[in-house]
């Protein structure tokens, strides 16, 4: 049998490494297509993805404003917060009100973090750092806040930071919209066919896992970076659900929202329409 080999990019999370497992350890079957995993964090694929350099690739909401041209969404594989989401924090307490004109560590400039952000209070200093080093640079005073995501959102008063403010439970207020976070997309160039299968893959892994908890959670652990496993699995709960198997009514109006007042507020230069790769299932 001669194999199509399909690269598949995702943050190296316990999140995404409870979705993926499935298909990284060869649970499922996948006929003739035989999937390779990249691991990186979120801001170098994002980066990548304009560049179309993977097949199907995890990425922002936010960056898909840069990709339309190139990639569509699959149906399954969303991160949608559900009141809650990326974390501003900062050494002393302080109010959301006064984070104007501040300094702020970001995660990256095409994160779905940076972009709520920028549609909550447009005027701050944007200091790019990797995810990682956000508590870093809040706590050596390069910045006056920072904003946190994947497991920073469970684990920042660990580090002694206080909590200015979820995104996630804001826009939710304002919205009455879960928050759309990041998704998988695949190249449109692949056909209606192979995109199909791929999804459908893709798909069956989330299931797996879904119905496999224990056993996917174990070998999220490894990609949790020390955190303890009541925590892990809170934190794959959050992001791999129910609502990741396919995009509702309400997510896909949430999406749409986002991109629509990213225009608005002039942080994405052009409107975007929100787009499925595959046909409804």
């Known amino acids: 049998m001669s194999y199509r080999h399909i690269t598949v990019a995702h943050s190296p999370d316990s999140d995404d490494a409870f979705m993926f497992y499935a298909l990284a350890t060869n649970k499922i079957k996948t ?7 990249v691991l990186s964090d979120i801001e170098t694929l994002n980066r990548k993805a304009m560049e179309g350099e993977y097949e199907v690739t995890a990425i922002s909401f936010h960056a898909y404003a840069y ?11 969303a991160s949608m917060g559900d009141r809650y989401g990326p974390i501003l924090v900062a050494e002393m307490p302080i109010k959301p009100q006064e984070l104007k004109g501040k300094v702020i560590a970001v995660p990256g400039s095409l994160t779905t973090a940076f972009l709520v952000l920028k549609i ?14 956000v508590f870093e640079s809040v706590l050596k005073q390069k910045a006056d806040a920072g904003l946190v995501i994947h497991e920073g959102q469970l684990t ?7 909590k200015v403010l979820d995104l996630g439970e804001w826009w939710q207020k304002e919205t009455q919209l879960p928050l759309p976070l990041g998704g998988n997309v695949v190249k449109k160039d692949l056909g209606p066919q192979l995109i199909s299968e791929i999804g459908r893959y893709l798909r ?20 949790a970076r020390d955190m303890e496993t009541h925590l892990v699995d809170k934190f794959v709960g959050m992001y791999v659900n129910e609502r ?14 986002l991109l629509d007042m990213g225009y608005e507020r002039k942080v994405i230069g052009h409107p975007v329409k929100f787009e499925f790769a595959e046909e409804p299932i």
């Open 31 to 37: 006929g003739n297509l035989k999937f390779s995993h």
């Open 67 to 77: 990709l339309a041209d190139k990639y569509a969404f699959l149906r399954t594989g």
């Open 120 to 133: 909550f209070e447009p005027d701050f200093t944007p200091l790019v750092v990797p995810f990682d080093k």
């Open 156 to 162: 920042f008063a660990d580090s002694g930071l206080h």
């Open 204 to 223: 069956q892994s989330i299931e797996y896992a879904l119905e496999h908890r224990e056993e996917a959670l174990n070998y999220a652990l490894q990609f």
């Open 244 to 257: 990741t198997l396919d995009y509702g009514e309400a997510e896909c109006r949430a999406v749409q929202l």
